[in-house]
């Protein structure tokens, strides 16, 4: 049996226990710091349960497979309550999935049975409400409690907006980074920051970084999740800015642990300054292949375009695009696409129907591109501007950054 830890929604293995002949097992004596925890048989059979160093012990017994849907509690008040909660909450899902079903299968024009369904299931939600709440009667100090109550606070402030998010949850509260609810709350800040608030984005990352100061594990965990999300989703820019300031900056108040130096050490390979790496281009039509190099070496600058042909929002910045080459193309700005298709008709469907006229290239394997790969592309359009070494100029965010950006370099 093993002992995952929790940050967030990461989980690590800290200890382990052999089950002996009779089915039994026990963690040697430890004091972990309070906070949810997960039992583990292997990677997908794992349930959840609180560590308290308030309770001297937690017993339980596990009757089979997945242990999530066969574990008693037979002591801890902490893990009796949660898992009565986890009984109600299947229980209620299971009834909201039927009546999602009826719906799926009403008429869209019957108003009387829709409303109907709604009134259902608004009532089987009230009835969840109410029996957590008769499980938190009797536990009112107890930290399932105390996480329960952080949610609700987080819930009503969301709709609110930005502010009332900041003031209802405790970025620097160590026993909520050890629950599922901390990634949550930095996730419905950063999606509530207005797009013309003053700062943005990289206002709500120092906003959040400050926040969670006073407590490194909070702070750590904080930029590395934040680092992950813009990676992940793109946000170059917003990816660098958190390099630059807090993680090689004068921001920087842990150094980087393995995965996010590893992540760091990836990102810097592609960022701006640093010499493109030589891919080969092919073409699915003609089955040429050309390298990078030779198309950069004989252009002032060459903007490379990722983007797929099954894009809208790709499609969207043909057009302006095109305006930027044509205004541009005589003081030596060049475009090159690279899609990440998967199919050969679709590749030639999206270079006639979007009237894309610059040399266009496709591994036709869509994101498993190897030039996406190299580049670090998480998303689609994504544009990098070469200068005529190969050395990568900027990773501008749409159309309006990469004009101002080449008219920034051009002579």
Same mark, same amino acid.
């Given at each position: ?35 949810? /925890? *997960?039992? =583990? ?26 242990? *999530? ?13 949660? $898992?009565? /909660?986890?009984?109600?909450?299947? *229980? ?16 869209? *024009? ?11 299931? =608004? ?19 107890? /930290?399932?409690?105390?996480? !329960? ?60 970084? /400050? $926040? ?22 793109? =946000? ?27 992540? !760091? ?69 060049? !475009? ?25 290239? &496709? ?5 498993? &591109? ?14 990098? !501007? ?26």
């Amino acid at each position: 049996m093993i002992l995952y830890d929790t940050k967030g929604m990461d989980h690590s293995a800290i200890d382990s226990a052999a089950v002996d002949p009779q089915g039994r097992f026990s963690f040697k004596p430890n004091t972990f710091p309070i906070g949810f /925890y *997960q039992l =583990a048989t292997g990677d997908d059979d794992r349930a959840d349960i609180i560590l308290d160093p308030g309770e001297k012990a937690v017993n339980v017994r596990i009757a089979g497979s997945p242990i *999530q849907e066969h574990l008693t509690v037979v002591a801890s008040r902490e893990n009796q309550a949660m $898992w009565a /909660y986890k009984r109600v909450s299947r *229980q209620v899902q299971s009834e909201l999935t039927g009546l999602r079903s009826m719906r799926e299968g009403a008429n869209p *024009q019957d108003r009387m049975a829709l409303l109907r369904l709604d009134s259902m299931e =608004a009532s089987v939600e009230a009835r969840r409400k109410e029996l957590l709440d008769e499980i938190l009667k009797d536990i009112p100090d107890s /930290y399932f409690a105390y996480v !329960v109550n952080a949610d609700r606070r987080l819930m009503a402030a969301i709709p609110a907006g930005s502010s009332a998010i900041s003031e209802a949850f405790g970025w620097a509260d160590g026993r909520l980074l050890r629950s599922s609810i901390y990634p949550k709350a930095l996730m419905a800040y950063l999606q509530s920051i207005p797009f013309d608030a003053e700062g943005g984005l990289h206002g709500g990352v120092d906003s959040l970084m /400050y $926040w969670a100061r006073p407590d490194t594990a909070c702070w750590r965990y904080t930029r590395l999740l934040l680092l992950r999300a813009f990676d992940q989703f793109g =946000a170059e820019d917003l990816a660098q800015f958190l390099v630059d300031e807090y993680v090689m900056g004068p921001n920087a108040m842990l150094p980087p642990d393995t995965e996010l130096l590893t992540m !760091v050490v990836e990102r810097m390979r592609v960022a701006v300054g640093a010499q493109a790496p030589e891919i080969l281009l092919p073409d699915p039509r003609s089955g040429d292949t050309t390298a990078l190099s030779t198309i950069y070496s004989v252009h002032r600058f060459t903007v490379l375009l990722f983007y797929s042909s099954n894009c809208d929002h790709c499609h969207a910045q043909m057009p302006g695009l095109r305006t930027i080459r044509s205004d541009l193309g005589e003081r030596g700005v060049a !475009v090159v696409g690279v899609a990440l298709d998967a199919d050969l008709q679709e590749f030639v469907d999206g270079l006639e129907q979007h009237n894309i006229d610059w040399p266009s290239y &496709s591994e036709l394997i869509g994101w498993g &591109s190897p030039a996406a790969k190299v580049f670090g592309v998480k998303a689609t359009p994504a544009f990098i !501007v070469l200068d005529a070494t190969g050395t990568i100029v900027a990773r501008p965010i749409d159309l309006g950054s990469l004009r101002a950006v080449l008219l920034r370099v051009l002579p």
